[in-house]
């Protein structure tokens, strides 16, 4: 059986929330998005693709609007991707940047605001420090309170 598949029966396809597929701040990895479009598709949810990022804390530059620099064209065709190949398949799809202070607390925040059915923490390992990595990924494993899924 498929992996989404597996999703989609343990928890009950069409009885779930959405699916939320969570980055800090780099691309997805691809196994990672394949998944959570998969898992989306099969159970009949919505996609919710989510690029948290760290608001630096600067405020004259938060007031100023520079807090934030924009993504490269290639990152950014990387962020739409997921949420363009769901939308082609048929599925709702929502796309959100969240910039804070604390990313790792932002992602379970956004987990307990929207009740998704599988959290899917995939950003592209070789793209971030393995320590924030790990250390996020234990905080959502040990902290949502929904399925989750972890691109070891």
Not at 49 to 78: C, I, K, R, W
Request: glycine residues 8%; hydrophobic residues 50%; aromatic residues 4%.
């Amino acid at each position: 059986m498929e992996a989404a598949s597996r999703v989609a029966t343990e928890v009950g396809v069409g009885a779930a929330g959405p699916v939320l597929l969570a980055t800090l701040g780099v691309p997805f990895d691809p196994d990672a998005s394949a998944f959570a479009v998969d898992s989306a598709v099969e159970a009949g949810q919505a996609l919710i693709v989510a690029n948290v990022v760290q608001l630096p804390p600067l405020s004259m530059s938060v007031q100023l609007g520079y807090d934030q620099l924009p993504d490269t064209p290639e990152d950014e065709a990387a962020f739409r991707a997921p949420a363009a190949l769901a939308h082609s398949l048929g599925v709702e799809v929502e796309r959100l940047r969240v910039r804070s202070l604390r990313p790792i607390e932002a992602v379970l925040e956004l987990a307990a605001e929207r009740g998704p059915g599988v959290l899917v923490f995939g950003p592209d390992r070789a793209r971030l420090k393995g320590r924030l990595y790990r250390k996020a990924a234990k905080a959502i494993r040990e902290r949502a309170a929904c399925l989750v899924w972890v691109a070891d």
